[in-house]
Structure formats: C-alpha cells, structure tokens
C-alpha cells in the first residue's frame, strides 16, 4: 500500500509542477482539482450510459404501473414481477451507481494521501502545500483554530462553502422542478404508495446540501475533489437529465 501511495502522491507532483507556471504557490490545489476532472471525464461514459438506462427505465413506466394494478399489495410478486421485465428488456436499474462507485477509490486514494504524515517512510511533504494560506492536509477545525472564520485559512473554507451552497441551490430548484413535472405527468392512482416515500420525496431535494458537511470535515485536499465532482456532477446531470422529468435530479451529487 505504501509503495502505492508513493506512486500517487508522485503522480500529484508532477502535476503540480506542471501548474506551477500558472497557479504558483496553489500549483498542488489546481493539480488536485486537474486531477478530479480528469477522473470525471474517464468516468463519463459510464454517466452517459446510465442516462440511457434512465431512459430505458422511464419508457418502461406504464408497464409497471400496470404490474402495480395487478399484484395490489403483494409487494414480493411485484418485485419479482418488476426485476423479470427489467431482464427482458435489458435495462440495469443499477447503471445511474456507476459513476459514483467508480469515483470512490480516487476520493479514498486523496484522502489518506493528505491525511497520512509520511509516505513510504518519508515524512509526506504534500501536506506543507497550500490553497491560499490554508495547508491542503488541514481541515476546517484547524482553520478556525488559526484566525477564526474570516481569518487568511478560514476565507479559503468560505469561499468553498458559498460555491458548494451556489451549487446545492442550483440542484435544489432543478430537482424541485423536475419533481413537480413527473408529478404531473405521472397519475395520482399510478403512484407507487411506499410506506416513508412521501418524507423521502420532501428530503431528496436538500441532499445537495450534505455536501457542506462533508467539505468541513475532510482535509482540505479531498474537499477540493469533493466541490470540484460536485460542480462536474450538477453541470453534467442538468445536460444529460435536460429532457427527462425528476430522472437523475435526485441522485447523488457526487
């Protein structure tokens, strides 16, 4: 594991040194947000796809709804009956996880880089790196510790906060949007009557907000992967999602 880590964290210098004619003193903050991007775009096919399989799954609708008249409240042969025809058309209801269960190893790799004090026995000299004045290992705790919240470190959360709530506001109005047009396409007694769904359906759209506490709690390097996948996912689903109803608005925005 060590040897693998030596090799990442090798891998985000050189990036860094890239950058830094450009980005300077936040070269290894602009090559881990590079580095999220290129992660995106690799895994945008597999978005790509599950956009289709969403597709697929919507146009199989009134089928289901049917299957639902028919098996009342024998919630297992509805199942059964849902996952048969899900098999004979060929259509996953797994495909939209994909590139969420593919960006995790990334994540989990930037994580312990920026959360471990040495690397291959050598003490890890990333985390003396910096975005602005506050170091890429540290967290917002340690911000505050160091001047507060409008102190030099603790700008550097905010800035990141007021982009995660631009974005999470986006998300919200976009998924409150699309709800509401499934809602009316979709006929009251059609409706699947799930015990919870109603709470669920209120708490989906705020979802986006959970990113705030995610960013404040992480090192501030894998906060940088997090805000940037973010952004990437809210454009990309806005683009792919644009003509499908509440489809991919509720998912998990990173």
């Not at 790196?129 to 905010?158: E, S």
């Not at 009316?184 to 209120?202: C, E, H, L, R």
């Amino acid at each position: 594991m060590s040897s693998f880590m030596s090799v990442f964290a090798s891998l985000v210098e050189h990036l860094a040194t890239l950058l830094q004619p450009l980005f300077h003193a936040s070269a290894t903050a602009a090559a881990i947000v590079l580095f999220t991007a290129l992660v995106r775009l690799l895994v945008h096919p597999l978005s790509r796809a599950g956009a289709r399989g969403q597709r697929d799954r919507m146009k199989l609708q009134p089928r289901i709804a049917e299957l639902r008249k028919k098996h009342g409240k024998n919630t297992e042969a509805l199942q059964k009956a849902i996952m048969e025809l899900h098999r004979e058309e060929k259509v996953s209801p797994l495909s939209g996880c994909l590139p969420m269960l593919c960006q995790m190893p990334a994540f989990f790799l930037l994580y312990h880089l920026f959360s471990s004090t040495s690397i291959g026995g050598d003490p890890n000299a990333l985390l003396g790196h910096t975005l602005g004045a506050a170091p890429l290992g540290g967290r917002f705790k340690d911000a505050l510790a160091h001047g507060g919240l409008f102190g030099a470190q603790g700008l550097v959360y905010v800035a990141l906060f007021v982009l995660v709530a631009a974005v999470a506001t986006f998300n919200y109005r976009r998924t409150k949007r699309q709800m509401a047009l499934s809602a009316a396409a979709t006929p009251a007694s059609d409706q699947p009557q799930v015990p919870g769904m109603g709470a669920m359906t209120k708490l989906m759209p705020l979802m986006s907000f959970m990113t705030l506490f995610s960013v404040a709690y992480v090192p501030l390097a894998a906060a940088l992967y997090i805000v940037t996948s973010t952004t990437w996912s809210a454009v990309e689903r806005a683009a792919l999602y644009r003509d499908m109803p509440y489809a991919g608005a509720a998912a998990l925005p990173v």
